[in-house]
């Protein structure tokens, strides 16, 4: 006869193998689902500045301000195994320093059963919009795209990048004020 001590470890062995075949099995069911959607993004003001930075060197380096609008319909991400979703909007572009350079510039989180619907109109960046020299002044070529990762109940933590995106020009003068 077994004792009490083996019979409970066969059952908490057993319990926790079952446990690991259904969590596969809900990582399994959602891994293959393609995640992306649309979003509408829109420069409103677009200002840049050159002044110092005291976090650093004191140098001068250029400051971007924009006010942007976002919309986008995130609800069909949504499935029993995503948790939440951290969504963030980075400002992507090429200065002569560098030849990729990537600045979020606002993030949000959105739970499950939270609106899922963002629609925000003339809003302002959550972060500085720093370059580390100054590579913002009339540069024609900075893109906008909203991403988010996943935070799913099982399985990977994808990230994924939004079909829509937004291309604007810095002004060629530096603003004196904001």
């Known amino acids: 006869m077994h004792t009490v001590l083996t019979r409970g470890n066969a059952t908490v062995a057993y319990s926790l193998s079952v446990l690991a075949c259904l969590t596969f099995c809900c990582f399994i069911s959602t891994v293959f689902l393609d995640y992306r959607t649309d979003a509408n993004i829109n420069t409103v003001r ?6 110092p930075d005291y976090g ?5 380096h250029d400051l971007g301000f924009l006010t942007f609008d976002l919309e986008a319909n995130l609800t069909n991400i949504f499935n029993w195994n995503v ?46 919009f720093w370059d580390d020299g100054n590579g913002l002044r009339d540069n024609k070529n ?9 935070i799913p109940n099982a399985g990977l ?15 060629s003068e530096y603003a004196s004020s904001i």
């Open 46 to 51: 677009v200002l840049v500045k050159n002044v």
């Open 56 to 60: 650093a060197s004191r140098e001068k």
């Open 83 to 128: 948790k939440q979703l951290f969504i963030y909007l980075t400002a992507e572009y090429k200065s002569p320093s560098n030849q990729l350079n990537q600045v979020v510039l606002w993030d949000k989180i959105i739970l499950r059963g939270e609106n899922a619907v963002l629609d925000f109109k003339n809003a302002n960046t959550k972060y500085y």
């Open 142 to 150: 900075v893109t906008l795209y909203l991403s988010w990762n996943i």
């Open 157 to 171: 933590l994808p990230s994924v990048q939004s079909t829509g995106k937004h291309v604007f020009k810095f002004p």
